[in-house]
Nanobody, 124 residues
């Protein structure tokens, strides 16, 4: 089970750190991802990281501004979001899937395990 937290209201240019805490041990063969969904838009990939470490992926729109990281001891994945823009406003979700799941990591439908969302609002 995944629990996302850390959302809030921030001005453009500001920062937020989201957390995704997993209850129970995360297998080393899993990846944890962050997705976001703005009103009226489809859920889209933001970033993911392999729990065993070493491989991170970012959507082009957040590369250089967002950083995904993990804390194995706390069973938690973080999404540090800097230089936030109004277009980053969305509900952010974390998800988990086996790295052996076929298909593109960018497709929400290929991630079977989801946490509840946390709202991020960036004011201009």
């Amino acid at each position: 089970q995944l629990q996302a937290s850390g959302g809030g209201l921030v001005q453009a240019g500001g920062s937020l750190r989201l957390s995704c805490a997993a209850s129970g041990r995360i297998l080393s063969s899993y990846a944890i991802g962050w997705f976001r969904q703005a009103p009226g838009k489809e859920r889209g990939f933001v970033a993911d990281i392999r729990w065993s470490g070493g491989t991170e992926n970012y959507a082009g729109s957040v590369k250089g501004r967002f950083t995904i990281s993990r804390d194995n001891a706390k069973n938690t994945v973080y999404l540090q979001m800097n230089s936030l823009k109004p277009e980053d406003t969305a509900v952010y979700y974390c998800a988990a899937r086996s790295i052996f799941t076929g298909g593109s990591t960018y497709l929400p439908g290929l991630w079977p395990n989801w946490g509840q969302g946390t709202q991020v609002t960036v004011s201009s």
